[in-house]
C-alpha cells in the first residue's frame, strides 16, 4: 500500500499561481495510475487531472486545460499540480489519488470511486 500526503494549498488573488504537492510513501507511484481531485462545498469531486500508470494517456478536465499543468519526480515518489491564471471557481479542497496497477496498463480513471489511496485533502482559496 501507498499513503499520500499532499501539501501546496493557500489563499491566492485571481490570476495568481500555485503548485500542489502530493508524496507517495510506502510504496513507489510508479505502480499507480494517478488523479488529482477537487471538490466545492455543494458540489460532487470533479477530475481536473487524470494519468495512466505507463505515462501514456492523460485527461485535463475542460475548465483547467491550457491553465494546470501536471509534472512528476520519480526519484522524490512526488507528483505535482501546478495551477497558474486561478479564477475564483477553482476554489475547492485538491485532492491527490492512486490507484494501484498490476501490471503496465494504459488506462486513466476520471471517476473517483476508481481509486484506492488519497491524500488527505488541502485547501485552494481563490478570491480577492
Known amino acids: 500500500q501507498v499513503q499520500l500526503v499532499e501539501s501546496g494549498g493557500g489563499l491566492v488573488p485571481p490570476g495568481g499561481s500555485l503548485t500542489l504537492s502530493c508524496v507517495g510513501s510506502g510504496y513507489s507511484l510508479d505502480f499507480y495510475a494517478i488523479g488529482w481531485f477537487r471538490q466545492a462545498p455543494g458540489k460532487e469531486r470533479e477530475a481536473v487531472f487524470c494519468?495512466?500508470?505507463?505515462?501514456?494517456?492523460?485527461y485535463y478536465a475542460p475548465s483547467v486545460k491550457g491553465r494546470f499543468t501536471f509534472s512528476r519526480d520519480s526519484a522524490k515518489n512526488t507528483v505535482y499540480l501546478h495551477m497558474n491564471s486561478l479564477k475564483p471557481e477553482d476554489t475547492a479542497v485538491y485532492y491527490c489519488a492512486a490507484k494501484y496497477e498490476a501490471v503496465y496498463a494504459t488506462e486513466y480513471y476520471t471517476d473517483h470511486e476508481e481509486y484506492d489511496y488519497w491524500g488527505q485533502g488541502t485547501q485552494v482559496t481563490v478570491s480577492s
Open positions: 494519468i495512466s500508470d505507463t505515462g501514456n494517456n492523460t
